[in-house]
């Protein structure tokens, strides 16, 4: 059936099935973005989250005295581990290394020569300017 076949009656239950599915699609779409459920939904995530992890500290709870007993004789094996970690891995100890350096140096405050050396950039930049622009008055007046 074409849509010139069709009748006015028809027509307008089409639109009424149309308007209902739309009224439903808004209903939905409004419930989505309105800021109480949007605080519920967070709500109802952050709760979740706190439970999960309250459930992992009660059962990492009932296993710490296994771990303190472990711990004492993985703390006492670790400098021979850490030697011999390095030893297979040497550029990650380099690495490592590299960015311990850089740290440091970054903490260290700027030497004395490093401010004088500053100071007459500066210095030099700004008589280089100031005679740049005197010699280019001068060759303006020049031109005139």
Known sequence: MTDTDRTPDQIRSDIERTR??????????ADKVTPSKIIQRQTDKVKSA?????????????????????ATHTIGDLP?????????NP?????IAFGIGWLA????????????AASAKETVTET?????????????????
């Open 20 to 29: 209902r599915e739309l009224g439903g699609d808004v209903d939905a779409l």
């Open 105 to 116: 140096a970054s903490l260290v405050p700027a030497s004395d020569v490093k401010d004088e």
């Open 50 to 70: 706190f439970g999960s992890v309250s459930e992992r500290v009660m059962g990492a709870a009932t296993q710490t005295g296994d771990a303190v007993s472990s």
């Open 80 to 88: 021979h581990q850490a030697a011999n970690k390095a030893k297979g």
């Open 128 to 144: 280089a300017h100031d005679d740049a622009a005197t010699a280019k008055h001068k060759s303006d007046s020049d031109l005139y």
């Open 91 to 95: 550029m990650a100890v380099g690495l």
